[in-house]
């Protein structure tokens, strides 16, 4: 069965950077497009970034543009996102997603299990 696994979620202060982490299995990778969400506590689920099945094309949110980078490995199925000057609005639990590289969450087939992401200030 299809997996997306996050990792490298923690605290940081404000300021500071962070890697995600998105190993896929049991996915073709390669013919995906992919994404990072994001939900903080109490708001919607939100898009953050995407990328296309080759890697070259990506957007972004306008909250994190300039500060994040998206970017993928299709020989080792895996996805990351690097955070740099994160900021306090940016704690949520963010969400690796499989199918689509747009910004339209309902193209995404495979979701991960989020890992928690905290900004203190």
């Known amino acids: 069965q299809a997996q997306l696994i996050e990792s490298g979620g923690g605290l940081v202060q404000a300021g500071g950077s962070l890697r995600l982490s998105c190993k896929a299995s049991?996915?073709?990778?390669?013919?995906?497009?992919m994404g990072w969400f994001r939900q903080a506590p109490g708001k919607e689920r939100e898009f953050v970034a995407a990328?296309?099945?080759?890697?070259?094309?990506?957007i972004y949110a306008d909250s994190v543009k300039g500060r994040f980078t998206i970017a993928r490995d299709n020989a080792k199925n895996t996805l990351s996102l690097q955070m740099n000057s994160l900021k306090p609005e940016d704690t949520a639990v963010y969400f690796c997603?499989?199918?689509?590289?747009?910004?339209?969450?309902?193209?995404?087939?495979?979701w991960g299990q989020g890992t928690q992401v905290t900004v203190s200030s």
């Open positions: 997603a499989a199918g689509g590289g747009i910004q339209d969450q309902t193209v995404y087939n495979y």
């Open positions: 049991g996915v073709p990778f390669s013919l995906y497009g």
């Open positions: 990328i296309n099945w080759s890697g070259a094309s990506t």
